[in-house]
C-alpha cells in the first residue's frame, strides 16, 4: 500500500534554533516528494519538491529537505527558525502509478517561542 | 508563476441550499483538477479527480450526487454542494497540474458554512 506518513503532529522550536519536520513515505513506486505550507487562512504554498534529481532539495525561506530512499524518508530541515515559520506544514507524495494524484500526510503544526 | 484561483473564497448558506464552487486554472491549461476538503486543524483529504470532457473520478466515501463535478472547459472545473448540510461545512481546496506530476498548483480555497 501507498502512504505518507508524517511522524509529529505538533513541533515547537524556540527562535534561532533548528527545525526538522518528519516524513516518510511507503511505496514500490518512484515517488516525487513536496513539501507544503500553510499559514492561517491563507493557501497553500510549495516549499520544495524532489523529483528524481538531487537529493538534497533547497526550498523557498532557507528550507530544504533530504531525499533517503533507503529510509523513504523526506525530513524537512531548516537550521534556524524564525516566527514567520510558524504554520502548518504539509509532506506529499505522488507515484509514478497514479499520475497527477498527490497524497497529503497528517500535517506538522510549527510553533516558534520567542 | 501558475495561478489557480477559487471563488467564492467565502460562502455561508442554509441548510438544504446548493452551494457551487469555481476552480480556474488562469495562465494553463488544465485537463485534471483536483477538489480537496479540509476540516480544522486536519490534513487535505481527496474528494474527487476533475476530467475534462468526461466525469469525475471520485475517491471512496465521497457522495457522487451530494458533490457534483463538472469540468466544463481546459481552464474551469465547479464543484456543487448539493442540498447542503452543517456537517458539509468545510475548507474546499482545488489543485491543478503542470507539467505532469511534478507540479500542482492550489487554489487558495473556498471556505463554506452551511448554518
Known amino acids: 500500500a501507498q502512504s505518507v506518513t508524517q511522524l509529529d503532529s505538533h513541533v515547537s522550536v524556540s527562535e534561532g534554533t533548528p527545525v526538522l519536520l518528519r516524513c516518510n513515505y511507503s511505496s514500490s513506486y518512484s515517488p516525487s516528494l513536496f513539501w507544503y505550507v500553510q499559514h492561517p487562512n491563507k493557501g497553500l504554498q510549495l516549499l520544495l519538491k524532489?523529483?528524481?534529481?538531487?537529493?538534497l532539495v533547497k526550498g523557498i525561506n532557507g528550507f530544504e529537505a533530504e531525499f533517503k530512499k533507503s529510509e523513504t524518508s523526506f525530513h524537512l530541515t531548516k537550521p534556524s527558525a524564525h516566527m514567520s515559520d510558524a504554520a502548518e506544514y504539509f509532506c506529499v507524495v505522488s507515484f509514478s502509478n497514479t499520475g497527477n494524484q498527490f497524497y497529503f500526510g497528517t500535517g506538522t503544526s510549527l510553533t516558534v517561542i520567542p | 508563476g501558475a495561478v489557480v484561483s477559487q471563488h467564492p473564497s467565502w460562502v455561508i448558506c442554509k441548510s438544504g441550499t446548493s452551494v457551487k464552487i469555481e476552480c480556474r486554472s488562469l495562465?494553463?491549461?488544465?485537463?485534471?483538477m483536483f477538489w480537496y476538503r479540509q476540516f480544522p486543524k486536519q490534513s487535505l483529504m481527496l474528494m474527487a479527480t476533475s476530467n475534462e470532457g468526461s466525469k469525475a473520478t471520485y475517491e471512496q466515501g465521497v457522495e457522487k450526487d451530494k458533490f457534483l463535478i463538472n469540468h466544463a472547459s481546459l481552464t474551469l472545473s465547479t464543484l456543487t454542494v448539493t442540498s447542503a448540510h452543517p456537517e458539509d461545512s468545510s475548507f474546499y481546496i482545488c489543485s491543478a497540474p503542470l507539467g505532469g506530476r511534478e507540479t500542482q498548483y492550489f487554489g487558495p480555497g473556498t471556505r463554506l458554512l452551511v448554518l
Open positions: 524532489y523529483t528524481s534529481a538531487a537529493t
Open positions: 495562465d494553463f491549461q488544465a485537463t485534471t
